[in-house]
């Protein structure tokens, strides 16, 4: 679901109505008469059937959109945040982590959250990444990759400050979110041995210290480190030159050392396809590369593109990591 | 020239050779000793003529390459370094800065210099753009501005470490950088209100101060103030989102707050044709977006579209800044 008052329906709706497009089946935890009121205001046509789990909703995703209801606590308009309707959004969290769990279905997809409004409702997570490790277990250090077909960045330091994301930056941390992601770029991606180009942190990767000295003192360590456990990896990288097509086709990754240094590539590359991608979790995890985007929440004006690529993603991974572990 | 152990010489040869292509007409200042040790190396057809000045080359453009002589204190080879021919680098750049500035040619345009090896030889600027300044009287601050046909960047912090760029940030400095910014696309671009899209320094632009405060107290405030002088400024905007070719069509440059905000998308839209504007000066001068790159000299796999596009660059804004003047 998402948030109900952002444009997760619309461009659920979108999508179902481009299923004949390859897209995976899926089913979605939410409101089904919402779901019906929204369809109406957008002017499609999208049956809408209640199912009560997966298997049942299979055999309906070609003539329905199959939906699991969770009941909203209060009637959802578009655009409109309600907080009393946080418990809901989070309950569908819920229920799609017991249906992966339970290998019911092959993996979660989730539409956009809109934090504050769960703050409001007492949501005690940073976001649905954080949400989502604790419900796996807890102990586990998600890693976000940003992918779309061009291009997959891994950023080391996440949703902080750019000053804050400098002065945090460990060895450690570049060492165990590359770890992470050679291990899924093979597990979930089918690449035997994945290639990582690591990022320096400074303008030309620091110029040998004139412009700093994190690449010396703690980028290339992590490189070594990696290179020492039999990761191909290669960096601290000039950053500004690592992106183009030629560049691109060198390596399967990016590890960049904040969110900046690899959003801007990514979504300059690719802005409506990008994928955002939970590595490290015991189940598939993908969603959709943007906000609630309130302001075209029942407009029609909302583009399907990035959660169809999320659901094709995830469907890919998710068969990868199958044929892995039968292996 | 630039520094005579890199790829100028190749570049420029490869460049001349593509005359027909619409360039435009330019003298070299340079060894032609060199140069013609160079052809032969390379395999190219290159008549090297030397010329005493501008009108002399002009009359030999279409079938040589005309080059006011430089002598070279020792002999060169590609990819070996000798401070002993800096005073002959720093002696062409000074040869063209009179050049322009008698009106004799239309603009400056530079290879790539070695830093290090003209600081061994007692060059004591940091580099080329403020050399420049210090020859057009020293009262300037020069603005860096990279374009390709796709985007305009102006950074507003430069060759600084990033921990250094974000304690260095101020508003006073926005606003001067982005003010040069504004009155160049007038003059030197031929666009007549300028729009420029103001980027902030922190993931989504600090997100109403929840990822820094400096967006809030330093860009913003640049931002506001930028508005009340009359120039057509937004921000500051979410950097990840501000480069897609949808967004990009939005402004006429984009003002960024450190070298990798402003590099890394420019040259992962175009790696080849990146060209390197000086604005502020009192003249027109442009450089290829690309270092010596040693490795590559005498190799004949230097790409000279850069400094073509340099070229074509410094002569449609001289046109423009002519024509501004006569007006």
Chains 1, 2 share one sequence.
């Not at 597990?187 to 620091?206: C, K, M, Q, W």
């Not at 500004?240 to 030629?246: A, V």
């Not at 075209?296 to 998710?318: C, D, I, P, T």
Request: glycine share 8%; proline share 8%; net charge neutral.
């Amino acid at each position: 679901m998402g948030e109900p008052a952002g444009i997760g329906g619309d461009i659920t709706l979108k999508a179902w109505r481009r299923r004949r497009e390859g897209l995976p089946p899926f089913v979605l935890l939410d409101d089904p008469d919402r779901l019906r009121t929204l369809a109406a205001r957008l002017g499609v046509r999208v049956p809408v059937v209640a199912v009560e789990g997966p298997e049942e909703a299979l055999r309906h995703f070609a003539e329905a959109l199959p939906v699991i209801p969770i009941a909203l606590a209060a009637p959802s308009s578009p655009g409109v945040l309600n907080p009393a309707n946080g418990p809901a959004v989070i309950a569908a969290i819920e229920a799609a982590v017991r249906l992966v769990q339970a290998g019911r279905v092959g993996a979660v997809v989730t539409n956009p959250i809109h934090k504050r409004c769960l703050h409001e409702a007492g949501f005690a997570f940073p976001g649905h990444t954080e949400f989502l490790a604790a419900l796996a277990g807890g102990v586990i250090r998600p890693v976000m990759m940003l992918a779309c077909p061009e291009l997959r960045v891994v950023p080391v330091t996440i949703h902080l400050s750019l000053r804050r994301a400098v002065e945090t930056l460990t060895t450690a941390a570049i060492v165990e979110t590359a770890t992470i992601a050679a291990q899924a770029l093979k597990s979930d991606f089918g690449i035997p041995r994945p290639r990582l180009a690591v990022a320096g942190l400074n303008p030309h990767a620091g110029e040998g210290g004139a412009m700093g000295e994190e690449d010396i003192e703690i980028v290339a360590p992590a490189v070594g480190a990696l290179k020492q456990a039999g990761i191909e990896a290669v960096g601290p990288l000039a950053p500004d030159t690592m992106f183009h097509p030629k560049a691109r086709a060198r390596y399967d990754a990016a590890i960049c050392m904040y969110h900046d240094q690899a959003l801007i590539p990514l979504k300059t590359i690719d802005f409506e396809r990008g994928v955002n991608v939970t590595l490290g979790l015991p189940f598939v995890r993908s969603s959709p590369d943007h906000g609630t985007a309130l302001d075209l929440a029942g407009s029609g004006r909302a583009n399907e593109a990035s959660l169809m690529a999320a659901l094709h993603l995830a469907a890919e991974m998710a068969a990868r990591r199958a044929a892995a572990r039968a292996a």
